[in-house]
């Protein structure tokens, strides 16, 4: 539904004429909005370019990366189990979504901030949910072939000509290396999957929780630079790049700054 509401805004500029549809980028961060953002940019051929940050890419991956073996079984003859039962007319299971759910890493339960927004949030939750999380992947929708429809107008507006051609969509992926939260592999999966022109933004030496704060200069830079080089204006010195990267794969690499004594 996230994916369907992002396309809607999309098709609503375009409707609209409010904003310029032939600059349009999309940003997303953490989990599924970095997820999201990459599968609506797929789905949706006026977007130019994407910025996801801490991306998941497969939701069951994600869920199972987070259990053992046993308790990974355990928790899809559970989700069954709650199906069946719902199907029957009964009642769905509720369940902590902290730790029947995302079982949360030592990293984000040690995490001040974290602690205070789950404090915030309801204790449970449906597990029906869990279905659409393991039904998630946005790797596949990266994968799909890259074309948009031309459209050539006479003087009249009338349309006189339809054809397929190659698209275009620069795609920058960021995450933290070995990150245990959102999988450093899910970034690194989407980045290979994704056609050039591409970017991938590693942290090293930081973690997830920690990486906004210590390297949000670093990181901001590349996300803006990446946004003015595709969507900038034609006269702005970025867009001159882009016949440079049209066809290319960067790999940048970020080193968290050493905190003070």
């Keep these: 539904a996230q994916i ?4 809607a805004a999309i098709s609503t500029i375009h409707e609209r004429a409010i904003l310029d549809r032939d600059r349009i980028g999309l940003f997303g961060m953490g989990g599924t909005g970095a997820g999201n ?4 940019a797929a789905r949706s051929t006026g977007v130019r370019c994407v910025v996801a940050y801490h991306v ?7 869920l199972r990366c987070m259990r053992t073996e046993r308790e990974w079984h355990e928790f899809l003859s559970r989700v069954e189990t709650d199906r069946v039962r719902r199907e029957a007319g009964h009642p769905g299971e509720m369940v902590d979504p902290r730790t029947e759910l995302m079982v949360a890493a030592p990293e984000r339960r040690a995490n001040a901030a974290k602690r205070e927004v789950d404090a915030k949030l309801p204790t449970r939750f449906h597990l029906a949910s869990a279905a659409d999380l393991l039904s998630y992947r946005p790797l596949d929708e990266i994968a799909k072939p890259a074309h948009m429809t ?6 009249a507006g009338r349309v006189v000509e339809e054809r397929q051609v190659p698209r275009t969509l620069a795609t920058l992926v960021a995450t933290v ?9 899910h970034a690194v999966a989407a980045f290979e999957r994704s056609a050039p022109p591409k970017r991938l933004v590693r ?5 997830h929780y920690e990486a906004d ?4 200069d670093a990181l901001a830079r590349e996300f803006v630079d990446w946004f003015e080089r595709w969507l900038g204006p034609p006269e702005h010195p970025a867009r001159g790049a882009q ?18 004594v």
Excluded: K, N, Y
Excluded at 37 to 40: D, E, I
Excluded at 57 to 62: H, I, K, R
Excluded at 243 to 260: K, R, S
């Design 37 to 40: 953002a990459l599968a609506a």
């Design 213 to 216: 704060a210590r390297c949000f």
């Design 150 to 155: 031309s459209i050539r107008t006479d003087a």
């Design 203 to 207: 942290i090293r030496g930081v973690g």
């Design 243 to 260: 016949a440079v990267v049209h066809t290319e794969a960067e790999t940048v690499e970020i080193a968290a700054p050493a905190l003070p």
């Design 4 to 7: 369907r509401d992002i396309q």
């Design 177 to 185: 290396a070995g990150d245990r939260v959102t999988p450093e592999a």
């Design 56 to 62: 998941v890419a497969d939701g069951a991956d994600w």
